[in-house]
C-alpha cells in the first residue's frame, strides 16, 4: 500500500492561525472515503472534536526558515536495530521496535502492506524493496506519551541531542 499524502499547510484547519517558526503543532490523516486528507491543528484546537474519520496524528515543528535540514542519524542504524529485535517478546523490545517500524515507514524505506490478526494480536505487515523482503511487526497500540517516551529514549541510547519527532506516528 502506497498512499499520496499532501504536505503540511502553514496554519491550522480550525482557526486559521499561521503557524511560527519552531512552533508545535499536531499533524492527523483522516480516512474520507477510501482517501487519506491530511489536516493541520494548533495545539489549542488539536483538543477539539474531529470526528470518527481521524486515522493517525503526530506532533510536528514548523522548522526555521533557511535552516539546512539536519539528518541526526543514519536511517541504516535504525535498520539495524529494528532487524536486531525481531524476534524478542519483551514488551519494551517490542515497543521499540514498533517505534523503529513508524520511523521506517516515515523515511519510507518500509511500505505498509497489510494488517493481520495472530492469536488475539495485530501484526502489521511492511515490506522493504530495496531487499524484497517482508516483515512482521506486533502492534502494541501506543499512546502519543509512550511513542514519545521511547523516542528519547532512542535519543539517549544512540547519543543524540534529539530526534525528528515529526518522523513518527501514531496508528491508534
Request: charged content about 35%; glycine content about 2%.
Amino acid at each position: 500500500m502506497e498512499w499520496k499524502i499532501n504536505k503540511g499547510s502553514k496554519g491550522c484547519i480550525l482557526c486559521n492561525k499561521e503557524f511560527c517558526e519552531e512552533e508545535e503543532y499536531y499533524s492527523a490523516l483522516f480516512d474520507e472515503n477510501n482517501i487519506f486528507i491530511r489536516k493541520d491543528y494548533c495545539t489549542s484546537c488539536w483538543c477539539k472534536d474531529k470526528g470518527d474519520e481521524l486515522f493517525s496524528f503526530w506532533k510536528t515543528r514548523l522548522p526555521k526558515k533557511n535552516k539546512p535540514v539536519q539528518k541526526f542519524v543514519n536511517n541504516e542504524v535504525f535498520l539495524d536495530m529494528f532487524v536486531r529485535l525481531a524476534g524478542k517478546n519483551e514488551p519494551s523490545q517490542r515497543n521499540l521496535r514498533y517505534v523503529l517500524a513508524l520511523y521506517l515507514i516515515r523515511k519510507k524505506i518500509f511500505k505498509l502492506k497489510s494488517f493481520t490478526r495472530e492469536n488475539e494480536e495485530e501484526l502489521i505487515t511492511l515490506y522493504y524493496p530495496r531487499e524484497n523482503k517482508e516483515f512482521s511487526v506486533f502492534n502494541p497500540h501506543l499512546k502519543e506519551e509512550e511513542i514519545e517516551a521511547i523516542t528519547s529514549e532512542m535519543s539517549q541510547l544512540l547519543n543524540y541531542p534529539y530526534l525528528e519527532q515529526e518522523a513518527l506516528i501514531n496508528t491508534d
